[in-house]
């Protein structure tokens, strides 16, 4: 780890996967004009060459979530590098933003936004489209799929149309685990099934030891995280993708997600989440596995610095293992995203922040160093060294073998702006207190999101 970052705090929060409701306002144009506005989205720019920041004091407006710490170290050194550039900085914790995002993104809107559940904010006019800075940049040459999560068409489905956010990095879930908690159980590497899983987690519950904390309280769902793992070694991460991007037809009850959401309450109805797992939040689940009080739990690769540094050596982390060895396998990964408010004050400065996030190579280390995660950005692009052993290691490792494998799904929590909050967040917490099974769990968000999308 270089010098100059070794000092960087590294703690991050789940909720960088999460996101909740988002109410549909009017359309806005971005102030000034010059853009031609496209059918159900905003405006988008007309530029005169290259976006830069130029010469002149800027200060960009920027909105962020509480407790990642990746966006501060990143403005930090923007402003090294360009002088004339600082950085006005709001933080606000997820639920507040996803709560507010609609208002904040008209009524105040800042620079660059870390947004929730994308869909209604590009499609009510909110926020601005990337495309032409695309080809401006050449982030259209890029690897398509870095950027397909983030493009929404003119009837607010995902994964096509025009590009209305960036991603700071391109995150991935999977299972971190003690190292020497797993020996005392037997677990030497990490397992090659699903039932060789099974057994590490009841020998651990068998010594005595809590196989799985898992964050599951108040508005956090976060039993979604091994539900939708589980959802991959079931089964294909084509159709869930479907389902999160709105296609037509698409539905999350399915049988092989019935077999993967009973898969969950086994493991709940055998006691392998800790007995508080419906009051436990995220920095608890985190606090616990540091601090050697749970064998594994469930979260991702922005996890990786802050463990290589609060448990070196002592951490590991592994790919949702499938159900017969050497098949399919998948993971949640999506893009720490934010977008540019359709009537931000310095578009173009914003834009060139967020292509120098992804091509700068000072940045690309932060990206790696403090996020814990793979840039975005080129397929060739400059890649920073990192330890052999680490857990940052294995993670990029990960997301490597899930990127070849095309197994990388975005989260179910985005399907709709809602459909976090208000349905899979409270079944998956009466699923843990015995009020609902797998099959009335699908049921019951499958029917909240069709009356959502309007299916």
């Known amino acids: 780890m270089s010098q100059s970052h070794g000092h960087r705090s590294r703690l991050y929060l789940a909720t960088g996967l999460l996101a909740a409701s988002g109410l549909a306002l009017v359309a806005c144009a971005p102030p000034g004009g010059g853009g031609t506005a496209d059918s159900g989205g905003s ?14 004091d800027v200060v960009l407006d920027m909105y962020i979530e509480t407790g990642f710490p990746l966006p501060k170290e990143l403005a930090d050194e923007f402003t090294d590098q360009y002088p004339n550039v600082t950085f006005d900085i709001r933080e606000d914790q997820f639920a507040v933003i996803t709560q ?7 009524d105040s809107p800042p620079d660059l936004m870390r947004l929730p559940q994308m869909s209604e904010l590009a499609s009510s006019g909110l926020l601005l489209n990337l495309d032409p800075y695309a080809e401006a940049f050449g982030w259209t ?18 994964g096509d149309g025009p590009l209305y956010a ?3 990095n391109f995150s991935m879930t999977g299972v971190f685990y003690n190292k020497e908690l797993a020996e005392q159980i037997g677990m030497t590497e990490p397992p090659a099934t699903l039932e060789e899983f099974d057994g590490y987690l009841a020998a651990a519950r068998d010594a005595g030891l809590t196989p799985i904390a898992q964050f599951n309280g108040g508005a956090t769902g976060g039993l979604l995280f091994p539900l939708q793992l589980l959802m991959a070694s079931y089964g294909e991460t084509a159709p869930i993708n479907d389902w999160i991007f709105q296609k037509e037809g698409a539905t999350i009850d399915t049988p092989d997600n019935l077999e993967a959401a009973e898969h969950l309450q ?3 109805e055998e006691g392998f989440f800790a007995d508080d797992v419906n009051s436990m939040d995220y920095s608890q689940m985190m606090s616990r596995f540091i601090g050697g009080e749970s064998v594994f739990i469930f979260s991702g690769d922005w996890e990786s610095g802050n463990l290589d540094t609060q448990m070196p050596d002592n951490a590991g982390f592994f790919v ?3 159900l017969e060895e050497g098949g399919a396998i998948g993971a949640m ?18 834009a060139f922040f967020l292509n120098w996030v992804a091509t ?12 814990g995660s793979h840039p975005m950005g080129p397929a060739d692009a400059f890649m920073p060294e990192v330890a052999e052993g680490s857990v940052t290691a294995e993670t990029l490792a990960a997301g490597t073998t899930i990127n070849d494998a095309d197994g990388a799904m975005d989260f179910i929590a985005n399907a709709t702006g809602a459909i976090y909050a208000q349905s899979w967040t409270p079944n998956v917490q009466r699923l843990v207190a015995g009020e609902q099974d797998a099959a009335g769990l699908l049921s019951a968000v499958q029917t909240d999101y069709e009356a959502e999308v309007g299916q």
């Open 360 to 371: 700068d190579e000072t940045a690309r280390t932060i990206t790696v160093e403090v996020g």
């Open 141 to 158: 040459d890029w690897p398509a799929s870095q950027l397909e999560q983030l493009r929404v068409d003119d009837e607010g489905r995902r």
């Open 333 to 350: 990964s999506a893009p720490l995203t934010y977008g540019i408010s359709a009537n931000a004050e310095n578009p173009d400065c914003a």
């Open 266 to 268: 086994g493991w709940v």
């Open 166 to 168: 960036m991603g700071l």
């Open 43 to 56: 405006a988008a720019p007309t530029l005169d060459g290259a976006p830069t920041c130029g010469e002149e």
């Open 320 to 322: 949702m293992p499938p």
């Open 100 to 106: 507010n995002a609609p208002r904040v993104l008209q």
